[in-house]
């Protein structure tokens, strides 16, 4: 008769070997790639490839003009600095102390970021650091810095383009 600390082995072993029924040794399975990501330089010679004209404001960032409908955006295009995001980015207009009051232009925008994902509305502080507040309007759309094509990027900066013209009733400056 087998001691009992061998017959526990052997039932371990076969509820082992059991479990694993199926699945390829490691050293069989495939390592996970790296994906490409894009350097700043990268993203200049495809903003170019694509036929946008650019002006690097900053080390990797570009600003570019995309043209739709009646609309006239200058938007940046820019590698984050952590390097995972790509981040298309505009301020869209001038925010008066009256628009931060105003609830409804508010809500709207708020609602507006619930369909636009990624792409959202925000408000950002531009004045230079001691001077008085300069809020404006602004939007952005991030975009995974993995595997970016001329393609993936070209239907991320339509994306932007269409979700900004789609949605300018909420943002536009009212007529007077």
């Known amino acids: 008769m087998k001691k009992p600390s061998t017959l526990i082995a ?30 700043g330089e990268d993203l200049g010679v495809m903003l170019k490839d694509l036929k946008y004209e650019t002006a690097m404001t900053a080390q990797g960032q570009f600003e570019i003009e995309m043209k739709q409908g009646t609309f006239t955006f200058h938007p940046f295009v820019a590698v ?11 301020s869209v207009r001038p925010l008066t102390a009256a628009d931060l009051a105003n609830a409804d232009l508010l ?14 509305f ?31 990027l070209k239907d991320a900066l339509d994306a932007f383009a269409n979700n900004l013209v789609d ?6 400056m009212p007529k007077k």
């Open 122 to 152: 925000y408000i950002e502080n531009v004045a230079a650091e001691k001077k008085p507040v300069d809020y404006r309007l602004g939007f952005g759309y991030p975009l995974d810095n993995r595997g970016i094509s001329e393609e993936i």
């Open 167 to 172: 949605h300018a009733a909420v943002w536009e």
């Open 107 to 120: 809500s709207k925008l708020l609602i507006a970021n619930t369909s636009i994902g990624p792409a959202q």
């Open 80 to 90: 984050s600095t952590s390097g995972n995001k790509i981040w298309i980015t505009t």
């Open 10 to 39: 052997m039932i371990l072993f076969g509820a082992a070997i059991s479990a694993t029924a199926g699945i390829p040794p490691r050293h069989v399975q495939q390592a996970a790639q790296t994906p490409f990501r894009l350097t």
